[in-house]
């Protein structure tokens, strides 16, 4: 039999089992819902791809004298703020992330230690959060390590990813696995689950379940031998979305089965896989969204299902206030709160920020937050450091390829550098000149670099925390190079200024 008709087959199998599971499991459901006549509100806050980023940013080092957007202090002090509002009015809240809360800046670096972005979404309230595809990106026994870390910081959240697959046979994902939990722990212990239920004080039942889209497993390869439901070597085949949309109705009959009124998908899938999954799985009532960081507000409807998503890099707070009227959900108003400098922050969250900054500070030797690096190509104090059309020439692409090429020919010289490239230095408007700090540095270079940090010294012995002059012709070698799934990878350039 050919492998296209294989797959073909079990497409068609998949589908027959899912229309079976529908008609046999959903009915129940149904008249669950329908039993409670009475109609009950509630609202549910949200965030995603949230990337450590804990200060405002414009960039960081912007912060608090210029303009700045997002920082988790400012998303705490919302959080609080509404949360309080709906209290008095006896409204309750739902707090979610729908998954990439890490890997970003440098406080991704205290993971393992202090876990920063959980540690201060457990502070803040949040009920539940969804594995996403950088939570995995350097592999499961970091992601088990750091996640342990968190429990040792006194975390309770769960961590939901409903089609997350161990290898039984492959030892190297065994720290993982030993934190999941086929059963909902209710808060009361970190765990990576399938789903959670939250009875909310009117009495309104909410289940809650994660699911890892495919577009998010393809690019990330280091998963591996964790598996979430893609085809082998073929992450596009549609057999790779079906197995999502198998797990999902499991997930939503199971969920109607204990008494669920309402369910959600936290899902870092990404608004095309977001917005197709309701066409094929019922049942769901609201969908929080991540990974494309789309800002989907209004919300976007598709037949009976809301979906939302809030941005990036916690450049919004989406608040989702809604109705149950015994048979269905509906949205009384929605609005995507933007964190700029009207927003106040957060007290007690802003001094814990602080003191992962010193944590910081200590472990690096240099104040994170201040100048930490120029570019001054033609000797005029530096050059502009653009933000976009995405997957275009940038002049830090240029600066950051050089550096690669000086690295790579050192350490290697048969073997040129290939590396991903994601974000910029700063931010429309911010400091044309091309200065920064140290802070987000791992904005455009998130992912594991040879000889470590990114930007590092002058090949002229100049210490960190001095300028970093880039002399003319240094950055003329392109960077954009086709690379995997499309994605834009680092190109060997002619030579290089800065160390990695």
């Known amino acids: 039999m050919s492998e296209r008709l294989t797959r073909r087959l079990l497409a068609v199998t998949a ?109 803040v309230g949040y009920d539940a959060v969804a594995l996403g595809n950088h939570e995995m990106e350097l592999g499961p026994a970091y992601r088990a390590a750091a996640l ?24 190297d994902d065994d720290a993982l696995e030993a934190l999941f939990s086929e059963t909902d722990k209710q808060g009361t212990e970190l765990a990576i689950q399938r789903y959670t239920v939250k009875t909310l004080p009117n009495g309104l039942k909410v289940g809650i379940f994660g699911l890892l889209g495919v577009e998010a497993e393809a690019v990330a390869p280091a998963a591996a031998p964790v598996k979430f439901g893609n085809v082998a070597g073929n992450p596009e085949d549609p057999v790779s979305f079906i197995n999502r949309v198998l797990v999902a109705q499991e997930m939503v009959n199971t969920l109607r089965a204990q008494g669920c009124q309402v369910v959600i998908a ?51 707070l989406g608040v989702l206030e809604l109705e149950y009227d015994g048979s269905k959900v509906s949205v009384r108003s929605a609005q995507a709160i933007e964190m700029n400098d009207d927003v106040p922050v957060h007290p007690e969250v802003e001094a814990a920020i602080s003191a992962y900054k010193a944590g910081l500070n200590s472990a690096l030797g240099f104040d994170i937050m ?98 970093l002059p880039l002399r003319p012709g240094d950055m003329g070698h392109p960077q954009l190079h086709p690379g995997h799934g499309g994605q834009p990878v680092l190109r060997p350039a002619l030579r290089g200024e800065l160390q990695v």
């Not at 342990?148 to 492959?170: M, Q, R, S, Y």
Request: proline residues 9%.
């Open 15 to 123: 589908c027959l089992f899912l229309a079976m599971s529908m008609v046999v499991l959903l009915e129940p459901g149904e008249r669950s819902r329908a039993a409670n006549g009475v109609s009950l509100t509630f609202t549910i806050l949200h965030t995603n791809d949230e990337h450590s980023e804990l200060i405002p940013y414009g960039p960081a080092i912007d912060y608090p004298t210029h303009p700045t957007t997002g920082g988790f202090d400012r998303v705490a002090h919302e959080i609080a703020r509404i949360k309080g509002e709906k209290a008095a009015a006896g409204e309750p809240v739902l707090t979610l992330s729908a998954g990439d809360f890490s890997q970003g800046t440098l406080f991704a670096w205290l993971e393992t230690t202090a876990a920063a972005e959980l540690s201060l979404m457990q502070m």
């Open 148 to 171: 342990n870390a968190a429990k040792a910081n006194g975390v309770t959240l769960p961590i939901l990813c409903a089609n997350i697959d161990f290898d039984e046979t492959d030892p």
């Open 266 to 316: 936290l899902s870092h899938s990404g608004t095309r896989e977001e917005t197709e999954l309701p066409k094929w799985v019922t049942g769901i009532d609201v969908i929080v969204g991540g990974h494309s960081h789309d800002l989907n507000y209004p919300p976007i409807t598709v037949g009976n299902t809301i979906i939302v998503q809030a941005g990036s890099y916690t450049s919004h």
């Open 370 to 467: 201040a100048p930490y690096a120029e570019t001054d190509r033609d000797g005029d104090g530096g050059f502009y450091v653009n933000d976009g059309p995405p997957f275009v020439e940038t002049n830090l692409g240029d600066l950051i390829t050089d550096s690669y090429l000086r690295t790579a020919a050192a350490l290697n010289p048969a073997e040129p550098p290939g590396h991903g490239l994601r974000g910029q230095w700063s931010h429309p408007g911010q400091h044309p000149a091309g200065r920064g700090g140290a802070l987000f540095l791992l904005r455009p270079l998130p992912y594991p670099a040879p000889g470590g940090f990114p930007l590092r010294s002058h090949q002229d012995g100049l210490s960190p925390g001095q300028l």
